[in-house]
Nanobody, 117 residues
Framework: QVQLVESGGGLVQAGGSLRLSCATSGRTFSSYCMGWFRQAPGKEREFVAD????????RYAASVKGRFTISRDNAKNTVYLQLNSLKPEDTAVYYC??????????WGQGTQVTVSS
Protein backbone atom coordinates (compact mmCIF):
# COMPACT_ATOMS: atom_id res chain seq x y z
CA GLN A 1 0.00 0.00 0.00
CA VAL A 2 1.29 3.44 -0.96
CA GLN A 3 -0.09 6.62 0.54
CA LEU A 4 0.26 9.90 -1.31
CA VAL A 5 -0.10 13.26 0.41
CA GLU A 6 -0.14 16.43 -1.66
CA SER A 7 0.63 19.89 -0.35
CA GLY A 8 1.49 23.33 -1.63
CA GLY A 9 -1.77 24.39 -3.19
CA GLY A 10 -3.32 27.78 -2.58
CA LEU A 11 -4.61 31.01 -4.02
CA VAL A 12 -2.34 32.94 -6.35
CA GLN A 13 -2.73 35.76 -8.86
CA ALA A 14 -2.38 35.18 -12.56
CA GLY A 15 1.28 35.11 -13.51
CA GLY A 16 2.29 33.79 -10.13
CA SER A 17 3.91 30.54 -9.09
CA LEU A 18 3.31 27.63 -6.77
CA ARG A 19 5.21 24.48 -5.94
CA LEU A 20 3.23 21.35 -5.25
CA SER A 21 4.70 18.44 -3.36
CA CYS A 22 3.55 14.85 -3.08
CA ALA A 23 5.08 12.86 -0.28
CA THR A 24 4.73 9.10 -0.37
CA SER A 25 4.93 6.36 2.20
CA GLY A 26 6.75 3.08 1.80
CA ARG A 27 10.15 2.05 0.58
CA THR A 28 9.21 1.42 -3.03
CA PHE A 29 8.89 5.00 -4.30
CA SER A 30 11.56 4.50 -6.95
CA SER A 31 9.56 1.65 -8.48
CA TYR A 32 6.68 3.95 -9.36
CA CYS A 33 6.23 6.31 -12.24
CA MET A 34 4.76 9.47 -10.74
CA GLY A 35 2.31 11.86 -12.27
CA TRP A 36 0.13 14.88 -11.68
CA PHE A 37 -3.43 15.21 -12.85
CA ARG A 38 -5.97 17.96 -12.30
CA GLN A 39 -9.71 18.33 -12.25
CA ALA A 40 -11.53 21.61 -12.68
CA PRO A 41 -15.16 22.04 -11.58
CA GLY A 42 -17.50 20.34 -14.02
CA LYS A 43 -14.67 18.83 -16.03
CA GLU A 44 -13.00 15.46 -16.35
CA ARG A 45 -9.75 14.76 -14.59
CA GLU A 46 -6.90 15.43 -17.01
CA PHE A 47 -3.25 14.56 -17.29
CA VAL A 48 -0.76 17.30 -16.43
CA ALA A 49 2.68 15.71 -16.27
CA ASP A 50 4.51 12.53 -15.39
CA UNK A 51 8.05 11.41 -14.65
CA UNK A 52 9.75 8.07 -15.02
CA UNK A 53 11.04 6.00 -12.13
CA UNK A 54 14.57 7.31 -12.51
CA UNK A 55 13.49 10.84 -13.34
CA UNK A 56 15.20 10.74 -16.71
CA UNK A 57 12.02 11.02 -18.73
CA UNK A 58 9.21 13.53 -18.33
CA ARG A 59 6.05 14.32 -20.25
CA TYR A 60 3.69 17.27 -20.15
CA ALA A 61 0.26 18.16 -21.37
CA ALA A 62 0.42 20.71 -24.16
CA SER A 63 -1.48 23.22 -22.03
CA VAL A 64 1.25 23.35 -19.37
CA LYS A 65 4.42 22.64 -21.32
CA GLY A 66 6.97 25.39 -20.80
CA ARG A 67 5.23 26.63 -17.65
CA PHE A 68 5.18 23.60 -15.33
CA THR A 69 8.10 21.41 -14.29
CA ILE A 70 7.84 17.97 -12.72
CA SER A 71 10.71 16.52 -10.70
CA ARG A 72 11.29 13.85 -8.11
CA ASP A 73 13.64 13.13 -5.25
CA ASN A 74 13.83 9.38 -4.72
CA ALA A 75 15.80 9.85 -1.51
CA LYS A 76 12.91 11.86 -0.05
CA ASN A 77 10.12 9.78 -1.62
CA THR A 78 8.67 12.98 -3.01
CA VAL A 79 7.55 14.27 -6.38
CA TYR A 80 7.17 17.96 -7.13
CA LEU A 81 5.32 20.10 -9.61
CA GLN A 82 6.56 23.65 -10.11
CA LEU A 83 3.79 25.82 -11.54
CA ASN A 84 4.92 29.08 -13.16
CA SER A 85 3.09 31.72 -15.19
CA LEU A 86 -0.18 30.52 -13.78
CA LYS A 87 -3.42 31.29 -15.59
CA PRO A 88 -7.00 31.31 -14.31
CA GLU A 89 -7.65 28.21 -16.41
CA ASP A 90 -5.09 26.34 -14.29
CA THR A 91 -7.55 26.50 -11.40
CA ALA A 92 -8.30 22.94 -10.34
CA VAL A 93 -7.74 20.28 -7.74
CA TYR A 94 -4.34 18.76 -8.44
CA TYR A 95 -3.86 15.05 -7.77
CA CYS A 96 -0.70 13.04 -7.41
CA UNK A 97 -0.61 9.59 -8.99
CA UNK A 98 1.73 6.64 -8.63
CA UNK A 99 1.76 3.66 -10.97
CA UNK A 100 4.14 0.69 -11.16
CA UNK A 101 5.01 -1.78 -13.91
CA UNK A 102 2.11 -4.01 -12.88
CA UNK A 103 -0.31 -1.11 -13.43
CA UNK A 104 -1.00 -0.91 -9.72
CA UNK A 105 -1.78 2.71 -9.06
CA UNK A 106 -2.59 5.04 -6.21
CA TRP A 107 -4.00 8.54 -5.88
CA GLY A 108 -3.59 11.30 -3.38
CA GLN A 109 -6.45 13.28 -1.90
CA GLY A 110 -5.72 16.36 -4.00
CA THR A 111 -4.70 19.92 -3.33
CA GLN A 112 -6.61 22.97 -4.53
CA VAL A 113 -4.95 25.51 -6.80
CA THR A 114 -6.90 28.70 -7.45
CA VAL A 115 -5.61 31.35 -9.84
CA SER A 116 -7.30 34.73 -9.75
CA SER A 117 -7.37 37.04 -12.74
Amino acid sequence: QVQLVESGGGLVQAGGSLRLSCATSGRTFSSYCMGWFRQAPGKEREFVADISRSGSSVRYAASVKGRFTISRDNAKNTVYLQLNSLKPEDTAVYYCNAINIYSLQYWGQGTQVTVSS
